[in-house]
């Protein structure tokens, strides 16, 4: 395949959109629906974040487009989310928020190359309980991470969110600011029960901002806002690129995982409904990565698609990626025409806003079904989640899938079996000097010493060993060695081994760590098992006929 062939996949084409007219009033009405919701998002996380309000509207706006235009999802929507925000924390306050435009842009350039290498479906990889613990992780995580705002004080930087949190409640509770919270939680409880096309997050933060406003209310406001967007080089040095290192490996971890994570969401909420056309996962990663170099090059935030925003846009009716175009065009109106009035928002009511979320980012439903599973689901699950909300988000993956990886294994182990079989065909004499082992599962190095010592025992007092190879479903080298080594042994003590039903993809192993070597001849490998039962029979009779001492001669 050529170059611009293989290229052309990533490009937006004509057959991005449905420009007929239901498809496109379906468009409208769900990205203006989607955008109302992701305003007081994309302000709450831009602050949470410490990047700070106008980051996170900068960042819905220009990363919003550009992944719509060029991502592999029909109805992702992409913006600032709650666990990029958790990651640039941290970041922000080792660095500055200065360091978030070059740590978007660096990432950004990373998950470009990842999708360009044709990355995309490692996401599939990850295991079930990982990603439940991860979500549940990055929940906690923001719920305390509002707590200080939720009570009217600042949270210290660089503290735990636990320990922030922790310290807010203890350092005072301002009364104002707890009343904000508790009116918006209300309300965005409430009203959706009143009617299910009311964005209640706006509605919940309109009111209380009417509300401070009339009562002169003294609470942290959100500040002023720029009035356009232009795009600004953020500085680069070596030094930076190296202390950023490790930050941009992390954003880009997280925008790849949770934006495929997103999609793939998406596309089942799609199912058996208009047809919206496929997910392509390393379009994906391509159009994320643009967006967040975009976002960066504008002094936005890293981009991920944003699981809570899609859904709303899935359930609104969209068809195309016109709907998330839609809903950046309309933030970015807001920032025209209403800077003045969203400057007067306050920092608690954006903070019972993220409150609530985090708690519907979780389904108790799914945290039973995880538990319950398996002991080791439970386990995964668990890990996954505290590593998470104690330690780092990236390191929580990755203990996770070494978790789940353990048990697997250990699962796999035991499975492994090397049981002794019954001889086809009429009993003949001298078959009792005849093993057949049947192998079941995998050879491999977590299993092999074990499935050695069965077999060793099943060809205890006899003359012929037929391994049967068949239904091993997996073999490794060492594997493959131990197999090896347990024939010469066996060849060794004057026991003969046949091999039966040796697979094509396991002869070459065998072959090159010198298993089938330890066999006395070619013609002790047989496809059939009647094949190689008639060939032990004979060398049992032959053997009896000149009877070694201790065994019965033919009568």
Same mark, same amino acid.
């Given at each position: 395949?050529?170059?611009?062939?293989?290229?052309?996949?990533?490009?937006?084409?004509?057959?991005?959109?449905?420009?007929?007219?239901p498809?496109?009033?379906?468009?409208?009405l769900? #990205?203006?629906? &989607?955008?109302?919701?992701?305003?007081?998002?994309?302000?709450?996380?831009?602050?949470?974040? +410490?990047?700070?309000? %106008?980051?996170g509207?900068v *960042?819905?706006?220009?990363?919003?487009?550009?992944?719509?235009?060029?991502?592999?999802?029909?109805?992702?929507?992409?913006?600032?989310?709650?666990?990029?925000?958790?990651?640039?924390?941290?970041?922000v306050?080792a660095? +500055?928020?200065?360091?978030?435009?070059?740590?978007?842009?660096?990432?950004?350039?990373? &998950?470009?190359?990842?999708?360009?290498?044709?990355?995309?479906?490692?996401v599939?990889?990850? $295991?079930? $309980?990982?990603?439940?613990?991860?979500?549940?992780?990055? !929940?906690?995580?923001i719920?305390?991470?509002?707590?200080?705002?939720?009570?009217?004080?600042?949270? !210290?930087?660089?503290?735990?969110?636990?320990?922030?949190?922790?310290?807010?409640?203890?350092?005072?509770?301002?009364g104002?600011?707890?009343?904000?919270?508790?009116?918006?939680?209300?309300?965005?409880?409430?009203l959706?029960?009143?009617?299910?096309?009311?964005?209640?997050?706006?509605? !919940?933060?309109?009111?209380? *901002?009417?509300?401070?406003?009339?009562?002169?209310?003294?609470?942290?406001?959100?500040?002023?806002?720029?009035?356009?967007?232009? $795009?600004?080089?953020?500085?680069?040095?070596?030094?930076?690129?190296?202390?950023?290192?490790?930050?941009?490996?992390?954003?880009?971890?997280?925008?790849?995982?949770?934006?495929?994570?997103?999609?793939?969401?998406?596309?089942?909420?799609?199912?058996?409904?208009?047809?919206?056309?496929?997910?392509?996962?390393?379009?994906?990663?391509?159009?994320?990565?643009?967006?967040?170099?975009?976002?960066?090059?504008?002094? #936005?935030?890293?981009? *991920?698609?944003?699981?809570?925003? *899609?859904?709303?846009?899935?359930? /609104?009716?969209?068809?195309?990626?016109?709907?998330?175009?839609?809903?950046?065009?309309?933030?970015?109106?807001?920032?025209?025409?209403?800077?003045?009035?969203?400057?007067?928002?306050?920092?608690? %009511?954006?903070?019972?806003? @993220?409150? &609530? =979320?985090?708690l519907?980012?979780? /389904?108790?439903a799914?945290v039973?079904?995880?538990?319950?599973?398996?002991?080791?689901?439970?386990?995964?699950?668990?890990?996954?989640?505290?590593?998470?909300?104690?330690?780092?988000?990236? @390191?929580?993956?990755?203990?996770?899938l070494l978790?789940?990886?353990?048990?697997?294994?250990?699962h796999?182990?035991?499975?492994?079996?090397?049981?002794?079989d019954?001889?086809?065909?009429?009993?003949?004499?001298?078959?009792?000097?005849?093993?057949?082992?049947?192998?079941?599962?995998?050879?491999?190095? #977590?299993?092999?010493?074990?499935?050695?010592?069965?077999?060793?025992?099943?060809?205890?007092?006899?003359?012929? &060993?037929?391994?049967?190879?068949?239904?091993l479903?997996?073999?490794?080298?060492? #594997?493959?060695?131990?197999? +090896?080594?347990?024939?010469?042994?066996?060849?060794?003590?004057?026991?003969?081994?046949?091999?039966?039903?040796?697979?094509?993809?396991?002869?070459?192993?065998?072959?090159? =760590? +010198?298993?089938?070597?330890?066999?006395?001849?070619?013609?002790?490998?047989?496809?059939?098992?009647?094949?190689a039962?008639?060939?032990?029979? /004979?060398?049992?009779?032959?053997?009896?006929?000149?009877?070694?001492?201790?065994?019965?001669?033919?009568?």
């Amino acid at each position: 395949m050529s170059v611009l062939g293989s290229s052309r996949e990533f490009l937006p084409g004509r057959g991005d959109y449905d420009l007929r007219g239901p498809a496109v009033r379906a468009d409208l009405l769900a #990205g203006i629906t &989607v955008g109302v919701v992701a305003l007081p998002l994309a302000l709450a996380f831009g602050i949470s974040s +410490g990047a700070g309000a %106008a980051a996170g509207l900068v *960042t819905a706006v220009v990363a919003g487009i550009v992944a719509a235009v060029f991502g592999g999802s029909p109805v992702q929507v992409s913006g600032p989310t709650g666990a990029m925000a958790v990651v640039l924390a941290p970041i922000v306050a080792a660095h +500055g928020p200065s360091s978030v435009a070059l740590v978007s842009i660096l990432g950004g350039a990373v &998950v470009l190359v990842a999708g360009a290498a044709r990355l995309g479906r490692l996401v599939g990889y990850l $295991p079930w $309980p990982v990603v439940e613990g991860f979500t549940l992780g990055i !929940a906690c995580i923001i719920f305390l991470q509002q707590i200080p705002a939720a009570v009217g004080t600042t949270a !210290a930087a660089g503290l735990n969110p636990l320990v922030g949190a922790v310290k807010a409640v203890a350092g005072g509770v301002t009364g104002w600011a707890v009343a904000a919270v508790a009116v918006v939680a209300v309300l965005m409880l409430v009203l959706p029960r009143l009617h299910r096309g009311l964005p209640a997050s706006l509605v !919940a933060v309109a009111a209380v *901002t009417v509300g401070a406003e009339v009562t002169h209310a003294p609470i942290p406001r959100i500040g002023a806002l720029p009035g356009t967007l232009a $795009p600004s080089l953020p500085s680069v040095s070596f030094g930076a690129v190296h202390d950023l290192a490790g930050a941009v490996v992390a954003v880009a971890a997280l925008a790849a995982i949770e934006s495929l994570l997103s999609a793939r969401v998406a596309a089942t909420m799609t199912r058996g409904g208009p047809p919206v056309g496929p997910t392509r996962p390393d379009r994906e990663l391509v159009g994320q990565g643009l967006a967040s170099i975009a976002s960066g090059l504008f002094g #936005g935030m890293p981009a *991920t698609g944003a699981i809570a925003r *899609t859904a709303v846009n899935v359930r /609104s009716g969209a068809r195309t990626r016109l709907a998330a175009v839609v809903h950046a065009l309309v933030i970015l109106a807001v920032i025209y025409a209403a800077a003045g009035l969203v400057s007067r928002i306050p920092l608690s %009511a954006l903070a019972g806003v @993220l409150l &609530v =979320t985090s708690l519907r980012m979780v /389904s108790l439903a799914t945290v039973r079904e995880v538990v319950r599973a398996s002991r080791s689901s439970a386990v995964t699950f668990a890990v996954t989640a505290i590593v998470t909300v104690a330690a780092d988000l990236i @390191l929580a993956v990755e203990i996770g899938l070494l978790v789940a990886a353990f048990f697997a294994l250990r699962h796999l182990a035991r499975a492994a079996r090397a049981r002794r079989d019954d001889l086809p065909g009429p009993a003949t004499p001298g078959d009792e000097h005849i093993a057949v082992v049947r192998f079941e599962g995998a050879m491999f190095w #977590g299993a092999s010493e074990r499935v050695v010592t069965d077999i060793a025992a099943a060809a205890d007092g006899v003359l012929v &060993v037929i391994l049967r190879l068949s239904r091993l479903h997996l073999l490794d080298a060492t #594997g493959a060695k131990a197999l +090896g080594e347990a024939i010469e042994e066996l060849e060794a003590r004057g026991v003969t081994v046949l091999l039966k039903g040796v697979q094509d993809h396991h002869r070459h192993l065998l072959a090159t =760590t +010198g298993a089938l070597a330890k066999i006395r001849h070619d013609s002790h490998l047989f496809a059939s098992l009647d094949d190689a039962a008639a060939h032990a029979r /004979s060398h049992v009779d032959r053997a009896r006929a000149a009877p070694a001492p201790g065994l019965p001669a033919k009568s």
